[in-house]
């Protein structure tokens, strides 16, 4: 191998520590996407009905997928206001706190449709939940519960204090993104997590957290379409 191909080969080494150094919430990215590639995966080679643990566990790959590409804004600010050999530590605890949030909301989710669909049948409940998730998008109330999402927080530096303000800053992110993101994720559940559903789903979550000035209308129609085509 020549000196300049070993030159070459020492770059990209380099290029890729930067970008980490630039980007502490690169991780972060790469479990999103595994997560979708799981999901992804699933769909095309299941054709079962999922049994109770398959369920709890395609559950929290969904909230994987879906919910942490809605942190990268805060987890970049856990990274950048830590010291640089704990950044990824916090940026751990601060992503246990949101997770164990959406644990807590998914299982009521969950059990509250267990004990509906019964009664009222899967169909009557979906329609439901899709109606209720298209008039909360449209909300005056959900509008200002997303500026919740983009709170930062002053961090400790140092020691079990740091630890506890990760956690907690993450807790206190994750309930304003069950405040403002409960209807969408109840209807992802209801139409027994289609693809279809949360892929459409996961674009108008995106674009809520991330546009400057997203249209509320057209998220609800995109809504209430694919919910109705997943009936």
Known sequence: MSATTQAAYGV???RLRRIGWRHPEWWVILIAAAAWALILRHAAHSHTVPSASQTIIATAVMVVAMMLPLTLANVRHVALSSLWRRRHRAMAAFLVGYLCCWAVVQTAIQGTLGFLAPLLGWTLVA???????????ISPGRKRR???CRLTVPLAPRGWRADNACVRYGVITGFGCVTTCW???????????SVLVMVVVFV???SDRYQRRPSPVLTSLA???VCLLSF
């Open 146 to 148: 997303l500026r919740r």
């Open 127 to 137: 329609g439901l939940l899709m109606v209720t998730a298209v008039l909360w998008e």
């Open 12 to 14: 990209v080494p380099l």
């Open 223 to 225: 809504i209430l379409g």
């Open 183 to 193: 209807a969408l994720m109840a209807a992802v559940a209801a139409f027994s997590h």
């Open 204 to 206: 108008v979550q995106i």
